[in-house]
Structures are given as structure tokens and as C-alpha cells.
């Protein structure tokens, strides 16, 4: 079950939503509505689910109950557990490919199934556990409120990955406002159109490109079709996020901000600050500074940040083209450490920006091409090295008038060009969501729109939905 589907707005939503707000045992029904919205997509996978949750409480509590020596003994125990977990699932058929091509044999399809969200949800394990570790927070003796926390099916499968810090005063007591809840439409209204009308409207230019033999890739075809994944990708997760953001308020939660306007970035450094944040600042809080973050001179630091974005490859997939995905960015993130962040700062501001956009659309064709061979051939047609377009091939038969329109529309608003000019024109704005990366809720102002732009956006979403028969969300494989 996916938030851009008939049955979840037409259906579960509205059920879940009554039985919520009219009874008085908002954990326990949220946790009910949770395990059926996962079961509906997962089935068996819950009981996995349900013996990481067992597992963790009883290791939360023997990490607080311990003495000093012995704490993070078992928080490495612990954390291996989980991450054990995750690679049977995740990286089992990945190491033995990996390990059959450096043997010269056939490698054996083990299939193993990869339950959906199981690395946001291993994530949000691992930093409950730290933070006990850290004695940030006391461990969770209520069963059900930590499934609560990991199982609430607005961030269940795709995240954002919110911290127990982040939400542990909600679990406990919280109040469901007029306020809250019409924040939570707006942000579930704005990002179905972000999903609906440009993620899914670009798709098949996207689709199209990486479905050419390299022959046929043309420089026309090359930078259209990457265009268009960039726009997907974007709106498609920043879309999920946030309607989850949204859920979450009409339930009386605030979860962090994800994203920040990502391609209006004058680095990579910058970019990673703005994408994806729950991740980026997770994986700095506790992988980066644990390493020694850049405590340790130039050469610690470019370790570190390697040692980083290798895993922030691995985490996105358990293939090649992810791992160098995530070096590439690491390696200009560390040049900009060393040097280039100066240049950067003295540039006029457009460079700086397409400097960013250009590395991070080279970046998303090695994340959507299947093999290195296909991502080489799309990276040298956008550069002028491409094929010849074989056949009657016009652009008018993939590229379709609404592609033509969300793409164009999909640039302009990628930018912060909405809420400059909301700001201009006066429009009220209210707190909105908690910053990612800080215990305390650092808060951000959302404007507030006029209702029958909403109300417009919502039906014209709807309309589209009855008509498409499929819309996956891009991350729910990850």
C-alpha cells in the first residue's frame, strides 16, 4: 500500500483516522493500523519486524542496567545484530555475486526476499540504541510504545528516519489540533501533486532513456532523459516525505524536515546538507564523528568522509553502481574540504549552482543505470560522444504533453521560487517541522496556502490516480 493510492486516501486513511481520533488509546490503535498497513505489503515480514522490536527492548534496557565497562560491549553486540540482519536480507545475493565473479563461476540466486523499509527501520534501531548508550534517553520499558516509534506506517517504509529523541515526549502524551491537523493536509495534499503530477508525469522520459540501447542514445535523448530523472527522483522521495511530515501532524507528531531545496546547492557539501537530511545528519551523528569526524588532520577527515559515503552507496543498494554513486559524491565533498570549497565561495552564484547540478545529474545516472556500461554510454552522449537515433523516432511519441509540462514546471519549483514569492506577497506562516540532527525541535515556518489551491491540487491529483494503474515510490526499494 503506497500514500498515492486509491485504497490508502479513499479507504484506510479515512477509516484509521476515525477510529484514532475517537478513542483514547492512540498508541495501541496506532500500532493496530501500523502492522495492517505493512501487512498489506509485507505479510509474513511483520514477525521480523516483531522480533527486531523484542530484541532491541530487551537490549536497550541491559545497556542502561549495565556498568560503564560493559555498555559498549553490548551496544557493538547489539549493533552487529541488527546490521547482520540487514545484510542476510539486503547483501546476501550481492556478496555471493561478488564472490562468484572472483571465482569464475556462476553465481546461485539464494532468493532472499528484501522486506520493504527494513533500512530505515534498522537505522532507527540502531540509533535508539545509541542514544540509551549515550544516556541521552532512558531505555523504552513499554513494548508498545517502541513499535510505536519504529512501526507508525507514516515513516514505516520510507522513512523520513525520525529518532526516538525526536518524538519520545509524543509518544508518551500528545495533543491532535485543528492547527496540526490542517498543517498535516497541507503537507499531504502538497506532496501528492509533487508525486503524482511531475514525479510520475516525467517518468517516462526517464523510462525512455534507460530503456535505449547505448547505440541509440542520442545528446538530445541523454540530457532530457537525465533532466527527468533528476525531477523524478526528487519530487518522487521529497513528495513521500512530505505526505509522511503530514500524516504525522494529523496524529499529533512533528518529524524532522528532509528535505531543503537540494538542487539550489553551491556544493556537494551543501547538497548533502539539504538531501535526504534525517539521512545525511544520521549518518554524521553516527558514523561520521564516532570515526573521529575531522578531529584527526586532512588525512583522518578524507578517511572518514570516504568511509561515509561508501556506506551511504552500500545503504542505497546492494550493487556497484551504488557504492560508486556514493564515492562520487564523496570524492567532490572532499576536494571541496580541501580546496574547492574556496573557489566555490568566490564564483559568482549561478556557477556555483550549476557546478552543483551538473555533478549531482552526472551522479543520478550511475543511481538509475543497471550497469556501469549503460551509465558510460548516457555520460558521454550528454558530452557530445552519443549514438545515432535508429529508425522513425520522433520526440512527440515518448515525450508526452504532461511530461512537457511537470518538467518545465518541475525546474522552476525545484528552486525555492514558491516560498520567496509566498514571503513577498505576505502569506502567513506558522511552525512547521522539527530540523533533523538537533534534540531539540528547532522549527522551520511553513506558509500557509489559500485552501482552493489545495482543494484544486488534491482533485486533480485524485483524477490522475483513478486513471494510473501503477506509482511506486523510487525508495521503497531501498
Not at 528516519?161 to 519520545?168: F, H, M
Amino acid at each position: 500500500m503506497v500514500f498515492s493510492s486509491v485504497v490508502f486516501v479513499f479507504y484506510f486513511l479515512p477509516l484509521f483516522l476515525t477510529i484514532y481520533y475517537l478513542t483514547g488509546i492512540r498508541n495501541a490503535v496506532l500500532l493496530t493500523g501500523s502492522a495492517v498497513f505493512y501487512v498489506w505489503g509485507e505479510g509474513i515480514y511483520l514477525l521480523l519486524l516483531l522480533g527486531l522490536l523484542v530484541f532491541n527492548r530487551a537490549a536497550g534496557v541491559w545497556i542502561e542496567q549495565s556498568s560503564d565497562r560493559r555498555r559498549a560491549l553490548i551496544l557493538s553486540i547489539s549493533i552487529l545484530a541488527n546490521v547482520l540482519v540487514l545484510g542476510i536480507f539486503k547483501y546476501s545475493q550481492f556478496l555471493v555475486d561478488v564472490a562468484s565473479q572472483a571465482m569464475g563461476t556462476d553465481a546461485p540466486r539464494l532468493g532472499i526476499h528484501l522486506p520493504l523499509g527494513i533500512s530505515f527501520f534498522i537505522f532507527q534501531l540502531v540509533s535508539y540504541l545509541v542514544e540509551v548508550h549515550r544516556r541521552s534517553i532512558s531505555a523504552e520499558r513499554s513494548f508498545v510504545r517502541l513499535s510505536t516509534y519504529v512501526m507508525m506506517f507514516p515513516h514505516l517504509v520510507a522513512g523520513p528516519i525520525v529518532r526516538y529523541t525526536d518524538i519520545e515526549g509524543e509518544l508518551k502524551s500528545r495533543s491532535v489540533t485543528s492547527e496540526k491537523i490542517g498543517l498535516g493536509i497541507q503537507y499531504f495534499v502538497v506532496g501528492l501533486c509533487q508525486k503524482v503530477m511531475i514525479a510520475n508525469a516525467v517518468a517516462p522520459a526517464a523510462d525512455h532513456l534507460f530503456g535505449l540501447p547505448p547505440g541509440e542514445i542520442t545528446t538530445s535523448i541523454a540530457w532530457l532523459g537525465t533532466v527527468a530523472y533528476t525531477l523524478q527522483i526528487y519530487f518522487d522521495f521529497c513528495g513521500y516525505s512530505n505526505m509522511a511530515i503530514g500524516l504525522a501532524f494529523m496524529l499529533g507528531f512533528r518529524f524532522p524536515k528532509n528535505f531543503d531545496y537540494p538542487y539550489a546547492s553551491r556544493s556537494i557539501t551543501e547538497f548533502w546538507r539539504r538531501w535526504h537530511m534525517s539521512l545525511s545528519f544520521w549518518f554524521r551523528d553516527y558514523v561520521y564523528i564516532p570515526l573521529g569526524g575531522s578531529r584527526g588532520g586532512h588525512a583522518a577527515t578524507v578517511f572518514n568522509l570516504a568511509v561515509v559515503f561508501f556506506v551511504t552507496g552500500l545503504w542505497h543498494g546492494a550493487a556497484w553502481t551504488f557504492i560508486i554513486w556514493g564515492l562520487f559524491h564523496g570524492l567532490f565533498v572532499i576536494l571541496e574540504r580541501l580546496f574547492l570549497a574556496d573557489i566555490l565561495r568566490r564564483i559568482p552564484t549561478l556557477a556555483a549552482r550549476c557546478y552543483t547540478l551538473l555533478v549531482v545529474m552526472i551522479g543520478w545516472v550511475l543511481f538509475r543505470a543497471d550497469n556501469f556500461g549503460e551509465a558510460k554510454a548516457v555520460v558521454s552522449a550528454m558530452f557530445g560522444f552519443g549514438g545515432q537515433s535508429q529508425g522513425w523516432n520522433p520526440i512527440w511519441t515518448w515525450m508526452t504533453p504532461e511530461c512537457v509540462v511537470a518538467l518545465c514546471v518541475g525546474s522552476i519549483i525545484c528552486f525555492p521560487v514558491i516560498p520567496a514569492l509566498l514571503q513577498r506577497m505576505r502569506v502567513r506562516t506558522v511552525e512547521g517541522s522539527p530540523e533533523p540532527g538537533s534534540r531539540q525541535h528547532t522549527i522551520a515556518l511553513v506558509h500557509i496556502l489559500p485552501a482552493p489551491i489545495l482543494l484544486i491540487g488534491a482533485v486533480i491529483s485524485m483524477t490522475l490516480l483513478a486513471g494510473s494503474l501503477l506509482n511506486p515510490f523510487l525508495y521503497f526499494r531501498f
